[in-house]
């Protein structure tokens, strides 16, 4: 089997996060509008506050990443809480095992014994699929009232 190296991202590598992101943008059927050039100074503002990226690596190439922030477990404040804003896989690697990887070798080398968090838009079922099959359950519904 394949196996994924995960390497910390830095702002030299805004661009092929930004890349990826209007990729998953497509894929999830988000209604975000920006451009890549918006995507790359977005990317930057998370990098230089208290977000933090890593590239999923399949021997030299970045096969995909995920974007995070450390946060306090609003119930359990000796607790720590992971919430994944963003992670991707590139289409061309998918079906192979790679998502569910990136995710363990997550949960072992950077978010030990800490909870998970992310958000599944309702226009991306497939997505919605892979976060279940891999043991992720819905917690709450969030609604929109647009003006």
Known sequence: METLTVISAQLNDVHIL???NK????????????TLEELNDRMTDFLNNDWK????VLGEQAVGYA???EREDINNRKNKTFYIRQYFIRRQYRRRGLGKQ???????ELF??????IDVLESNPMGRRFWEEIGFNSYYTNMRLNP
């Open 18 to 20: 930004s890349q990826m």
């Open 23 to 34: 990729e998953l943008i497509e894929d999830e059927k988000s209604d975000n509008p920006m």
């Open 53 to 56: 990226a890593v590239l999923l």
């Open 67 to 69: 974007l995070y922030q």
């Open 102 to 108: 990136g995710i363990d070798k997550l949960r072992t």
């Open 112 to 117: 030990q014994n800490s909870m998970l968090i």
